[in-house]
């Protein structure tokens, strides 16, 4: 483009600066990360991981988990800050007559240049032997901040997280399903006669970061 260089001074021509969107990337494991070059903008989202479903007995049914929350932040960390990510481990299910495991907490928090409050997506809460799921996780802390969805009662779907559904339930001869989506809670049971089944499993966390030139 053509630009001005002052009063009474010739025009010149320039480059216009790249901007914008550039990049997405997305972490289900713990580590480390660093802010790329010309990076100015990052908008994070993160979520806590699913909870695990209780087991049932030929008896009485199992609830299913309950989904990690999910914090929503814009910040501006300065290219070459190094961040820590954290990733709590999914919650498990529980054996026959068990309760489930809560999920665990997923947190982004710097360690080097530009500083800011941790980010917490809590985890999702633990399905319950003939009994109803613990509450729905609530995060704070975000621009936008949403809580796990809460999950059904006796072979109920497990709780949706932001990105989507958890374990389908289960009934009868037919086992509930582990959890796929990021931070879904896992499926519960009921059964009838003599069949028992385990819990289904919650579903990891996760944190996904959009980049800005």
Do not use: C
Not at 79 to 105: L, P, R, Y
């Amino acid at each position: 483009f053509l630009q001005t260089t002052g009063a009474s001074a010739d025009p010149a021509w320039a480059t216009v600066a790249s901007g914008g969107f550039d990049d997405l990337v997305s972490f289900t494991s713990t580590q480390s990360y660093t802010i790329p070059a010309d990076i100015t903008k990052q908008v994070f989202y993160v979520t806590g991981s699913g909870g695990g479903a209780g087991g049932s007995s030929g008896s009485y049914w199992a609830s299913a988990g309950s989904a990690g929350g999910t914090v929503i932040k814009r910040l501006a960390l300065a290219a070459g800050s190094v961040i820590q990510i954290t990733i709590g481990a999914a919650g498990t299910g529980g054996a026959t007559t068990v309760n489930g495991v809560d999920g665990g907490d997923v947190t982004v928090a710097t360690t080097s240049g530009t500083s800011f409050a941790t980010l917490t997506g809590p985890g999702g809460m633990r399905g319950m032997y003939n009994e109803r799921p613990n509450a729905q996780t609530v995060p704070s802390g975000g621009d936008i901040n949403l809580a796990g969805g809460y999950a059904g009662t006796h072979y109920g779907v497990g709780g949706a997280s932001y990105w989507g559904g958890g374990g389908s339930g289960g009934f009868n001869n037919t086992a509930a399903r582990d959890a796929l989506v990021p931070g879904s809670g896992g499926g519960g049971s009921m059964t009838g006669g003599a069949v028992s089944f385990v819990g289904a499993d919650g579903a990891v966390g996760i944190v996904v970061i959009h980049l800005y030139k």
